[in-house]
């Protein structure tokens, strides 16, 4: 397995032959989202994009970077090839996903309260956001863009939206927020907790006779950050090879008269 396969639970590669996104997850990160993606890819709402998603697409961070900063973005082109959406980034552009696809319905996932939210994201995914994860995974071009998305995020939509870049009111406002742009018709609040009726109900599917599926839980969350760290160590340690390596040839072992002595003979 690769690293960071076990992010996505479900197949959440865009699909040729899909043009139009049914339903849009207006939930942060860790309201539930990863349990909200399986269920809806059960109901047959895949591919269901999911933040994880862009490890395995760098090129999607690199356009969902662009939009955060306010540049056009075409929504349609950029969700194309997907059903559903859930999680970060798609979450902070409800209404613009809503302008591309007025007939989705959006489901704004929730937790038991703002604090519970808040301290599953804290001890979670918000170590992103960190300095010191930011060093260490730098060498490594998908995983910075990944965490410059989450920069942008939380300077660009968290606090420029709703004035928090961390804490318990990121929730409450992001709620307050989907309920002020969305018709109460289009809307389920939902949490994974309630299992399948009320959702089934809302996108008129049958309920499947699977159970309802839990996945993305703290400790697999924390085991991938830890290997993004290590990934980003060993990519450091190899620079800092190389840089001492070549610094002991050329200076201590004089290579750099190997390398004039050469020059000659090539121009």
């Given amino acids: 397995m690769a690293p960071f396969d076990n992010l996505v639970q479900y197949n959440a590669k865009a ?14 990160c860790r309201s539930g989202t990863s349990s909200l993606q399986a269920a809806l890819t059960i109901l047959g709402f895949g591919p269901c994009h999911h933040m994880a998603s862009l490890f395995e697409a760098p090129e999607r961070s690199i356009a969902f970077l662009a939009a955060l900063k306010g540049k056009p973005t075409d929504f349609r082109a950029l969700m194309a090839g997907f059903r559903a ?11 613009e996903l809503r302008a591309a696809f007025p007939k989705a319905k959006v489901v704004l996932s ?19 956001y960190h300095t010191s994860y930011q060093i260490l995974v730098f060498p490594i071009p998908f995983l910075r ?3 410059q998305v989450v920069n942008a995020i939380v300077d660009l939509k968290w606090f420029g939206r709703h004035g928090f870049r961390d804490g318990p009111g990121v929730y409450v406002q992001q709620c307050e927020y989907i309920r002020s742009i969305v018709p109460k018709e289009q809307l ?4 994974v907790k309630e299992g399948w009726e009320p959702l089934c109900k809302f996108l008129g599917v049958p309920v499947p006779d699977v159970p309802f599926p839990r ?13 993004a760290k290590l990934m980003g160590l060993a990519a450091w340690t190899g620079i800092f090879a190389v840089l ?11 290579g750099w008269r190997t390398i004039a002595n050469l020059l000659p003979k090539f121009f």
Avoid: H
């Fill in 244 to 254: 001492g390596g070549t610094y002991y040839w050329t200076v201590q072992q004089e």
């Fill in 188 to 191: 389920l609040e939902f949490n």
């Fill in 215 to 227: 996945t993305n839980d703290t400790a697999m969350i924390n085991a991938n950050i830890r290997m």
């Fill in 110 to 128: 929730l937790r038991d309260s703002p604090e519970v939210w808040w301290k599953s994201c804290s001890t979670t995914v918000y170590q992103s």
């Fill in 145 to 147: 863009y990944q965490y």
């Fill in 15 to 28: 699909a040729d032959d899909v043009t139009e996104l049914e339903v849009i997850g207006a939930g942060l």
């Fill in 85 to 95: 959406t859930v999680d970060e980034p798609t979450c902070d552009f409800v209404a």
